[in-house]
C-alpha cells in the first residue's frame, strides 16, 4: 500500500497516511486513460453553428422558368445550394451529436489510475484537515505557500459543506476547488497537483471502489 505524508495548514508533516491500493496503487493505463478524456470532451461539447439546408430557408417555391425553351439550365427552386441567398450542403448543424459512451468502470478506472500515477510521482498532497474559520483567501494562500505544489496547477477536493474553505480557494490563481462526487478525469489532468484531505480521501474510497 503506498504511503504519503500527512500535511498541516503550517506546511509541517504530522506523519503518514496509508492510502488504499484500490484507489491509489493502480498500474496506469495510458490508452484507457486517453479513452475516457476524449469521451468526456466529447460529452461535453456543444455545436452551436447551424446553417439552413435548402429545406430551411424560407422561398422559392416557385419554379424560377420553365422547365424546356429558355436555352438555359433546368431549375427547380432559387434556395438550392448552388444559388445565391439558396441552402448550405454539408454545413454544420447544431443538432449534431458528438456524444461517446463510456462505461461506468471504465470512467472509474481512469480516474484510479490518474490519482496512482500523482502518488507515485509526489505529485499528491494529503492533508489531516482544513478547517478555516473564516472564509479568509490571503490565510489560505498563505498556508498552501508552505506545502507542497503551490505555483503549479493544483487541483484541490473540498467538500461542499466546507464553504469557507472553498471561498477562501476562490481567488487563488492556479488554484481549483472540486467536490469529491464531482472528480472527473479532464479536471485532475488538467492539474500538475493534487491536495486532498484526509476526511475527502476516505469519502473517495466508497465513491470510486468497486
Not at 446553417?51 to 416557385?62: A, I, L, M, Y
Not at 424560377?64 to 438550392?80: D, E, L, N
Request: zero cysteines; proline letters at 6%; hydrophobic letters at 40%.
Amino acid at each position: 500500500m503506498p504511503n504519503v505524508k500527512l500535511y498541516n495548514l503550517e506546511g509541517k508533516t504530522t506523519g503518514e497516511l496509508t492510502l488504499s491500493d484500490e484507489l491509489f496503487g493502480v498500474t496506469p493505463k495510458p490508452a484507457l486513460i486517453h479513452e475516457a478524456y476524449i469521451a468526456q470532451l466529447a460529452n461535453g461539447r456543444q455545436p452551436l453553428a447551424h446553417t439552413k439546408t435548402r429545406g430551411d430557408v424560407s422561398g422559392g417555391g416557385k419554379k424560377p422558368w420553365k422547365q424546356k425553351g429558355t436555352g438555359r439550365a433546368r431549375h427547380g427552386s432559387t434556395r438550392s445550394p448552388i444559388w445565391v441567398g439558396g441552402g448550405v450542403t454539408f454545413g454544420p448543424r447544431s443538432d449534431r451529436d458528438f456524444t461517446i459512451k463510456v462505461n461506468r468502470k471504465v470512467r472509474r478506472a481512469a480516474l484510479r489510475m490518474i490519482l496512482s500515477d500523482r502518488v507515485a510521482n509526489d505529485h499528491f498532497v494529503a492533508l489531516d484537515a482544513l478547517d478555516m474559520k473564516e472564509g479568509k483567501t490571503r490565510a489560505l494562500g498563505a498556508a498552501l505557500k508552505k506545502l507542497p505544489g503551490f505555483g503549479r496547477p493544483l487541483l484541490m477536493v473540498i467538500d461542499p459543506k466546507n464553504v469557507q474553505a472553498r471561498r477562501a480557494a476562490a481567488n487563488i490563481q492556479g488554484v481549483t476547488t472540486i467536490a469529491p462526487n464531482s472528480l472527473n478525469v479532464r479536471d485532475l489532468l488538467s492539474h500538475e497537483f493534487v491536495m486532498i484531505p484526509k476526511a475527502e480521501i476516505e469519502l473517495m474510497q466508497t465513491l470510486f471502489v468497486d
